[in-house]
């Protein structure tokens, strides 16, 4: 950058020796004034670089750097003047040509720092071009990620091949169960592939799917496995982004199930406080055993990442114990608009 | 007659294992289990020729159900998803069957077994079944130790232990106020315990490093570590150099 910008200099330097000489200066007088005025030039041109990397003027006031140029190109001028007059002080004729070329010397100046104003403005603008390509492509890879990552989280394999084994062994003994917990999973199936992971959706549709879910896991964990679910009907139109509570119930239930013995009760309920839609699901846990867990802990850690991503916010997720309960808090703003 | 124990913390996984055993008349299901303590019960009360056993239940895994009997039980495990299970299977060539599976598939699996029981291989089986169970390192495992005493089994969190002594063929695992004894090696444990608490500071001792207060020289220039307990601990000369490391000393 400063090679090309001294080199762009040193090519004005001897155009201008060049004219100059021709037009009766001695050489010496040519190279010293040449230098001189170009090196002046040069300094000034180099504010608006400066300048111009620490504030870029909006379209609207547009001509301040017209204004700004034309400043510069006026004291670059008088310094010139001021310089030349100094070093060639005893040299009449010289002088004389050099009051003669003032307005020649302005309008040079003026270009030069113009044209360097243009330059350095077209740089920064292809470089703000590609940082917003940059940030663009950023944040789709980030909301591809995200999206894949809560498919696999939505399908846990687990899930799929114990569900299709239960299956199996309900078509041998009881074959309408078998087919009507086929139709189940393929609900579910069907509505975790098809959901949009920013869609924002009413809390009637998203506990209609974990419903589906709940069934399902119903049937494989046979009496075990008991829900409550707790919500009225101004709550049920609330909204909420799709997919959320599945995960958290699925994690409140592989929990419940395999960090106690007995019967395990899974209590879902939702209620409006102020701005929020609150859900609140709790499973029993045994703290005697229960291991402890870095951050969240207990596999909430992604729900918590999504809900960073949708609402810029981190205090959405919480978790408490109480006894031998494990409860698991999600709070949804309802004043953010971020469907799309 | 073939005595079989079915566990499987889902009740119509077992009923599929039941229904294709039902075609073999040698067969008998004696008890089916939901969980690993009524496993390790039914187990010693039944003494099965044969277990069928899921991995992921309730409390305690299929692996560490197995840790706790010995000798280990002939064992055809039943999984949904196990992908390092899976390898540790293949590794060990012990038999197992990928939910769901079919009944093609089940037979075969029984097939292989009897074949291995009239060739009187079962107990190499075993030692397979006991080599796989040693290596195979659940998530869960770093974070707890699985202890039986008579029928009782307990859950230590591996916080709870202040340090582990070996004890012939056995361990001592130390906690609060008492010990239980497992039939593992040092090396085992050394290997499974969360690295980040644990040190093995002599060859017959591995120290939970919340519960060093103080590392004092003693006499012909060793060293030992007091414990909180108030449990002095020696260390060798190579242990003392890794608890200087790791402490940053």
Request: aromatic fraction near 10%; glycine fraction near 4%; charge should be neutral.
């Amino acid at each position: 950058m400063i090679f090309t910008y001294g080199a762009w200099w040193l090519i004005w330097i001897a155009i201008q020796t060049l004219v100059l000489h021709r037009l009766g200066l001695q050489l010496s007088e040519a190279i010293i004034d040449s230098a001189v005025s170009n090196i002046l030039i040069t300094i000034a041109g180099y504010t608006t670089e400066i300048t111009s990397r620490y504030y870029t003027p909006n379209t609207k006031n547009r001509w301040y750097r017209f204004v700004w140029s034309i400043a510069l190109a006026f004291l670059a001028t008088v310094a010139i003047r001021g310089i030349l007059q100094l070093i060639f002080s005893d040299n009449e004729a010289y002088l004389s040509f050099l009051q003669l070329s003032m307005p020649i010397r302005f309008i040079f100046a003026f270009l030069m720092i113009s044209f360097m104003a243009v330059i350095s403005w077209l740089v920064h603008q292809m470089r703000d071009e590609t940082e917003s390509i940059a940030r663009k492509e950023d944040a789709q890879r980030l909301l591809r990620e995200a999206e894949l990552s809560n498919l696999r989280q939505q399908i846990q394999p687990h899930f799929l091949f114990n569900s299709l084994n239960s299956i199996s062994a309900l078509a041998g003994s009881r074959p309408e169960e078998a087919r009507k917990m086929i139709q189940q999973l393929s609900d579910f199936l069907r509505g975790t592939l098809k959901k949009d992971d920013q869609q924002m959706v009413k809390l009637s549709d998203e506990l209609q799917h974990l419903n589906l879910y709940l069934e399902i896991e119903k049937v494989r964990f046979g009496h075990r496995l008991k829900t409550v679910l707790e919500s009225d009907d101004e709550t049920l139109q609330l909204k909420i982004p799709t997919l959320l509570l599945q995960p958290i119930v699925e994690n409140a239930i592989k929990f419940g199930l395999y960090d106690t013995i007995g019967e395990t009760l899974i209590k879902i309920s939702c209620k409006k406080e102020g701005q929020f839609l609150i859900v609140q699901v709790e499973n029993p846990y045994d703290a005697s055993t229960a291991k402890p867990k870095k951050g969240m802990g207990f596999g909430l850690n992604s729900i918590q990442r999504r809900l960073y991503l949708l609402y810029h916010r981190n205090d959405l997720l919480s978790a408490q114990q109480r006894e031998n309960i494990f409860i698991t808090i999600v709070k949804i703003p309802q004043t953010l608009n971020i469907e799309h | 007659m073939i005595k079989v124990v079915l566990i499987d913390d889902e009740p119509l996984a077992r009923s599929i294992v039941k229904e294709y055993l039902g075609a073999h008349e040698n067969i008998t299901v004696v008890q089916e289990c939901n969980d690993g303590f009524n496993g390790v019960k039914a187990i010693m009360q039944h003494q099965p020729d044969l277990i069928f056993l899921d991995i992921q239940m309730p409390k305690i895994n299929g692996f560490e159900m197995l840790e706790l009997l010995d000798p280990s039980p002939s064992v055809i495990f039943t999984t949904a998803f196990d992908e390092y299970a899976i390898k540790a299977f293949e590794a060990h060539a012990v038999d197992y069957l990928l939910k769901p599976f079919s009944k093609e598939r089940f037979d075969k699996a029984l097939q292989k077994w009897m074949q291995q029981r009239e060739q009187n291989k079962t107990e190499q089986t075993q030692k397979n079944t006991q080599a796989l169970v040693n290596e195979t390192r659940s998530p869960e495992e770093s974070s707890r130790i699985v202890v039986k005493n008579g029928s009782n089994i307990r859950i230590i969190p591996s916080q709870d232990i202040m340090y582990i002594e070996a004890y012939d063929d056995y361990v001592k695992i130390f906690t609060k106020d008492t010990y239980h004894l497992k039939k593992k090696t040092m090396s085992h444990f050394e290997e499974v315990l969360d690295k980040v608490d644990f040190l093995r500071v002599h060859r017959s001792y591995i120290l939970n490093l919340q519960q060093i207060t103080k590392i004092e020289a003693s006499e012909k220039g060793s060293h030992i570590a007091l414990l909180k307990s108030g449990v002095k601990i020696p260390l060798s000369r190579m242990g003392y150099g890794k608890l200087k490391e790791v402490l940053g000393v």
